[in-house]
């Protein structure tokens, strides 16, 4: 019965055309384990096979542990069974009947293949405890006495799976007289149940083993898995890589998971989907446990690598026709899909374009040919390669004409048999925006060189994408002629685009560091590297007279290297490396990196020229602007020029928007101060979002760019007084001037900025702007939010005259009627005579004497006109816009009005009054009174209600420097919320008149 039960559970789990060694073993070890746990295998001399002999019996004869015997036997009886049945279905499966059916095209479909070094007995045929076809660095650093094998992770399981191991091969013996045709051996037990990992004990050394290679091919991309355990480390770390290699082994690149350290319990760990490089033929996986960067290494604990997996999957890729995605308006789009290893059944590409804000600007669907391509022999350890691996299909959409902005077009495969295989990429369409080459301050630092884009294209790239400075790595081995060459030629055509180049000497090319006796990679910045003229000098001797011709401006050490920092005499020691540097005897000026929380030196102990200013995170917009403002008056008498980096600030932390808007008033903030130059430090880096890593636009992108191109070579002149409130800035330039606004919350502002007035959003896109009719002011109606906008086109005289106006006072005192004097006061911005008529517009219960004016105003001069202003009766206090309104008498003439604030209010006296809907329905007013003057103050105050309610009175005297409260009490008050009373306080003793309005809120 115990059999039948068994194979019962088997059936359950496949049929038996179905049946292998694992599955089958999986589920009988747990019974024959739980037999041997209860047998206890000291207390069984031999556990026989029915009717195959006799029973050995202990003490009277009869075993005390028949019962646990019994047990074992039946155990052993069920297992060997099953293996006699898969050793059975694996020797004659044309005795068993497949009526599997398959598709007419199955055996043309490519199977997406699977490698896995799980370290199980397929990994260690030879049982000596290390995975076969692997090879492990032995050299400086990586010793041999590092301990590397094959273990249990469950050593006790493993123990008693290899006692079950001994009692099947004797009961095996026994078995094959009776049964013809399975081999000497059982299958064995342990090797199906037991758990292996690769395990390396450390000893006071590094570690780095690799697997035998497998074949790699483009037409498929890869996903790279590991479990990783890592136990008592302190310095060391571990981690695990998938690499391809060209036809002759060399290495072209290397993808790794993140590094474990410390302890750590088994995490499983991957590699995003990647694609093979250019070139490649064959990839493999490596293991590292390496030291830490200051080169102190473990000299005990324990790492474990387990499952290293490599998964196919097909590829789908989507290009463009412009390979790094950048469009002018007007310019057509083509993008195309390509399907590479895709199993058949999946019969169409859809493609969807969508804006920067994902939103759906047009789909289209189109079919796929497949190209069936015949397949290799399959085999456990290969993966199909050349132009036979699998079916390939290409499909081409053009995109309908987009005006500026930022896309992204994704595709997705559509078909029965396909998964979720989806990818995107992105574009940018621009506009000129400003005529002529980008100007201004800002650039990129770009510390791979060209990176993925080819060098020939790379100075018309960046200056269609608005970069004027460019830091480019120039340390560069003498013997590498195409490098230099390539390197010369791109400096002379970025100096003649017009962008400011800096040569960067950071890091040494691989061939020349051991010449500087260096412990590890921390040690490679600019104060390690030229310390000894004697080393550095003749390495950079040969490139710096070539370079030196072409660039004026050098930066000794990377981006954020401020190991110069508490050098002494840094002085003299700059200056020294400035003349080594010097080729041919051309001068040159020298830059270095400081970070902002570290004061600068004075002028007179600096031999540099620039400085550049850094710090982690990024100072916020008023933060840089405090430091600037700290600098420049630090420098006010000569020093050397302030660069600084101005990343965007992480994707992984804050969103677009906020981003963006952190972005662009950095930047603004930069045309406020004397900043020569400020870098992004590495435009690819993912988690600023400037380009993907493979030189495509991402989203910050275009702010960045838009922002650069409008306001890069134009001054910060201050703001405008707004009537939405919207925070702004004006820039002006010789012949031209940009407003930027933005605002907490969306609001709209209506003024008039000239004609020819237009929008630019930071994705460039540009909307005209019309001037709207109005018998008082024409104006323009300008929408604000959050995310700046810009006004371009607008007059920069109209704004610099509106800028000049000014209210004095700017609070008149509640005096009511009786005269007070405000006085108008502008400038003339222009080259010309300004003059025409000025009106004032106050509030209905204000009294203007001759509220219109004759005004004239020279060029470059200031004036101002004289108003009496006497507050009625009912006037009240509170801050009010005040418009003014100028016409000037010009052809056709024009109406200008500007809005002022203006306070009335006791002199030193504030209020504030506050309502309370309390429970029973009364309502409570507080009045508060502060007194700011030196002298005593006392009102009666009367607080009126709506229309049907008494009004009630309070006398209030104010002690000078002192607050007074008073609360008034209103019962069954709901029907007031929402409504307004009127507190009117009347001086004793004085002659002002408050009347305050009081909003009834909950």
Known sequence: ?????????????????????????????????????????????????????????????????????????????????????????????????????????????????????????????????????????????????????????????????????????????????LISGIPPLPPSLSDATVNRYLKIELDGGQLQAQSQTIDANRRFQYRFSADIMTQGLRHDTARAELVFLDDQGQELGAYSTEKFGGTTNWTTTRVRLVRPPMGSRKMLVRVLVQRSDDGLEDIRGTVGFDNLMIEQYPQLQVTTDESRGVYSVGQPVLTTAKIMGLPAGASQIQFVLLDHDDHTLAEKVLSVDHLQHKLAPESAMTVPVGPDAGSDSEVTWTLPLLEPGYY??????????????????????????????????????????????????LTPWLSNLGVAWVKYPCWIDSADVVRADETASLLSKLQDAGIQTVGMLDIPPDTQLPRFDLRGRRDIVAAQ??????????????????????????????????????????????????????????????????????????????????????????????????????????????????????????????????????????????????????????????????LRPSGRPDEMLLP?????????????????????????????????????????????????????????????????????????????????????????????????????????????????????????????????????????????????????????????????????????????????????????????????????????????????VTTRLLGGNDLRVQIEMTNRSPRVQSYDCLLFPPPGRQYQRQFITIQPGETTQRDVYWRDAKDLLGKQMLLRAIEQDGKRVVNYTVNVKR
């Open 704 to 912: 960045w760019r838009t922002t650069s191109r409008l306001i890069g070579n134009l001054r910060n002149a201050g703001s405008l007084q707004l009537r939405s409130g919207a925070n702004n800035s004006v820039f002006v330039g010789r012949d031209r001037a940009v407003l930027m606004l933005w605002a907490p919350k969306p609001t709209e502002e209506k003024i008039y900025l000239g004609e020819n007035v237009q929008q630019v959003d930071v994705w460039g896109r540009v909307t005209d702007l019309p001037t709207h009719p109005d018998p008082v002011q024409p104006s323009q109606h300008v929408s604000i939010g959050p995310v700046p906008t810009f006004i371009i086109g607008a007059d920069p005289s109209l704004l610099g005259f509106r800028m000049s106006v000014s209210l004095n006072p700017e609070k008149l005192d509640s005096l009511l009627g009786q005269i007070q004097t405000l006085s108008v006061q502008y400038a003339n911005p222009t080259r010309d005579s300004m003059l025409g008529t000025m009106r004032i517009r106050t509030p209905d219960n204000w009294t203007v004497s001759s509220p219109l004016r004759q005004w004239e105003a020279a060029a470059g001069r200031s004036g101002s006109e004289s108003f009496e202003i006497v507050l009625g009766n009912t006037a009240k206090i509170g801050t009010f816009q005040v418009p003014v309104q100028f016409e000037l008498e010009t052809i056709p003439p024009k109406l200008i009005t500007v809005h002022r604030t203006m306070d009335i209010g006791p002199e030193g006296l504030e209020l504030k």
């Open 1 to 177: 019965m115990f059999l039948f039960t068994f194979l019962a559970k088997i059936g359950d789990a496949t049929s038996i055309s179905g049946l292998t060694t694992g599955g089958i073993l999986r589920v009988a070890s747990p019974i024959a384990y739980m037999a041997g746990l209860r047998c206890r295998f000291c207390r069984v001399q031999r556990a026989p096979v029915a009717g195959m002999g006799a029973e050995t019996e202990t003490g009277n004869g009869v075993s005390a542990w028949a019962p646990q015997r019994f047990a074992l036997n039946r155990a052993l009886q069920a297992i060997a069974m099953v293996m006699i049945a898969v050793v059975t279905a694996d020797a004659g499966p044309s005795e068993i009947l497949d009526t599997t059916e398959e598709s007419p095209t199955a055996s043309t479909v490519p199977e997406l293949e699977r490698h896995v070094w799980n370290f199980g007995r397929d990994d260690d045929v030879n049982f000596d405890n290390q995975p076969d076809g692997w090879k492990r660095a032995v050299g400086v650093g990586y010793p041999k006495y590092v301990r590397y094998s094959i273990a249990a992770r469950d050593a006790e399981f493993e123990k008693r799976m290899l006692q079950i191991d001994t009692e099947m091969v004797r009961l095996w013996r026994d078995l094959r007289p």
């Open 408 to 457: 992204r077009v994704a595709a997705s495969i559509v078909g029965k048999r396909s998964t979720s295989l989806a990818t995107d990429v992105s574009l940018v369409v621009i506009g000129p925006l400003v005529p002529g080459p980008p100007h201004g301050p800002f650039g990129w630092t770009l510390p791979d060189g060209a990176g993925p884009v080819p060098p020939r294209s």
């Open 529 to 690: 590297l030229f310390r000894d003229a004697e080393i550095w000098q003749p390495l950079l001797e040969p490139i710096m007279n070539r370079l030196t011709l072409k660039v004026r401006k050098w930066q000794l050490g990377s981006d954020r290297d401020h190991s110069f920092l508490g050098r002494p005499r840094l002085r003299e020691a700059i200056s020294l490396i400035s003349t080594g540097l010097q080729g041919f005897g051309q001068p040159i000026d020298i830059a270095i990196s400081w970070p902002w929380l570290e004061e600068e030196l004075d002028a007179n102990e600096t031999s540099w020229q620039a400085i550049c200013r850094s710090i982690d995170p990024p100072l916020a917009t008023n933060e840089l602007d405090a430091f600037l403002e700290l600098a420049e008056e630090r420098h006010r008498g000569g020093g050397p020029d302030t660069w600084l980096l101005l990343d965007p600030i992480s994707k992984r932390q804050y969103d677009r928007d906020t981003r963006i808007r952190d972005l662009v008033l950095r930047m603004a903030t930069v045309r406020s101060h004397r900043v020569q130059a400020c870098f992004v430090s590495n435009p690819h880096d993912p988690d600023q979002g400037l």
